[in-house]
C-alpha cells in the first residue's frame, strides 16, 4: 500500500501561481511513476501530468503544457506539481496517484493505471 496525501491547494486570481505537493508513505514510492489528476464538478476526471519513478521523463496534457512543471524527490517522497499562469479552467479538485506496477518508462495517462489515489486538494482560480 501506499498512502499519499496532497497539500498546496488554494484560491488564486487568474494569471497567478500554486505549488502543489503530494506526500507518500508505506511501499517504497520511489519505484512507482506518479501522475496528477483534476476533476471540475460535473466533469470527468482528467489527466494532467505524470513522471517516471527516476523522475527522467515527464507528459502533460496539452492544455498544461508550458504552464505546469511535475517534479519528484525520492529522498524526500514527494511529487509536486508546480501551476503558473492559472486560467479559471484549470479549477478543480486535483489528485495525485501512484501507478499500479513498479519501473515503468512511461507515466500512464489513464487513471485506470494508477492503483493508490491521495484524497485531493481544491484549486480556484478567480477570473
Known amino acids: 500500500q501506499v498512502q499519499l496525501v496532497e497539500s498546496g491547494g488554494g484560491l488564486v486570481q487568474a494569471g497567478g501561481s500554486l505549488g502543489l505537493s503530494c506526500a507518500a508513505s508505506g511501499r517504497t514510492f520511489s519505484i512507482y511513476a506518479m501522475g496528477w489528476f483534476r476533476q471540475a464538478p460535473g466533469k470527468e476526471r482528467e489527466f494532467v501530468a505524470a513522471i517516471t519513478w527516476s523522475g527522467e521523463s515527464t507528459w502533460y496534457t496539452d492544455s498544461v503544457k508550458g504552464r505546469f512543471t511535475i517534479s519528484r524527490d525520492n529522498a524526500k517522497n514527494t511529487v509536486s506539481l508546480q501551476m503558473n499562469s492559472l486560467k479559471p479552467e484549470d479549477t478543480a479538485v486535483y489528485y495525485c496517484?501512484?501507478?499500479?506496477?513498479?519501473?515503468?518508462?512511461?507515466?500512464?495517462?489513464?487513471?485506470?493505471?494508477?492503483?493508490?489515489w491521495g484524497q485531493g486538494t481544491q484549486v480556484t482560480v478567480s477570473s
Open positions: 496517484a501512484a501507478d499500479r506496477v513498479t519501473y515503468r518508462k512511461i507515466g500512464p495517462r489513464a487513471a485506470a493505471e494508477y492503483a493508490y
